[in-house]
């Protein structure tokens, strides 16, 4: 149903695009985000956007360096990251949340993708 790529092995300080493709008719009726875990932590929220990608919010932790968009014609979100810390390295999910509003609550999204394996290293 939801199915991340773009995922892989980085240095500090550069750059790496995760793409989620959904399948379905709905895609634009729904909110969209991305969450991140590491080994042995929580999932942690990281971004959401809204339907037509409007509005967004985003974690303390990447704003200025992440950035959330989606493509509706192609029911696509993506994650822009830039100036990758080895902190950032953890799996990367992307999310459906189908009742709304767009909101941080992990409990909230509906559907959730495999991952896709990020590593920064220093």
């Known amino acids: 149903h939801l199915l991340e790529s773009g995922g892989g092995l980085v240095q500090a300080g550069g750059s790496l695009r995760l793409s989620c493709a959904a399948s379905?008719?709905?895609?634009?009726?729904?909110?969209m985000a991305w969450f991140r875990q590491s080994s042995g932590l929580e999932r942690e929220f990281i971004a959401a956007?809204?339907?037509?990608?409007?509005?967004?919010i985003y974690a303390d932790f990447v704003k200025g360096r992440f950035i959330i968009a989606r493509e509706n014609a192609k029911n696509t979100v993506y994650l822009q990251m830039d100036n990758l810390k080895p902190g950032d390295t953890a799996n990367y999910y992307c999310?459906?949340?189908?009742?709304?509003?767009?909101?941080?609550?992990?409990?909230?999204?509906?559907?959730w993708g495999q991952g896709t394996q990020v590593t920064v290293s220093s």
């Open positions: 999310a459906e949340n189908h009742n709304g509003p767009i909101t941080n609550r992990v409990d909230a999204y509906d559907y």
């Open positions: 379905g008719d709905s895609f634009d009726k729904y909110i």
């Open positions: 956007v809204s339907w037509l990608g409007g509005s967004s």
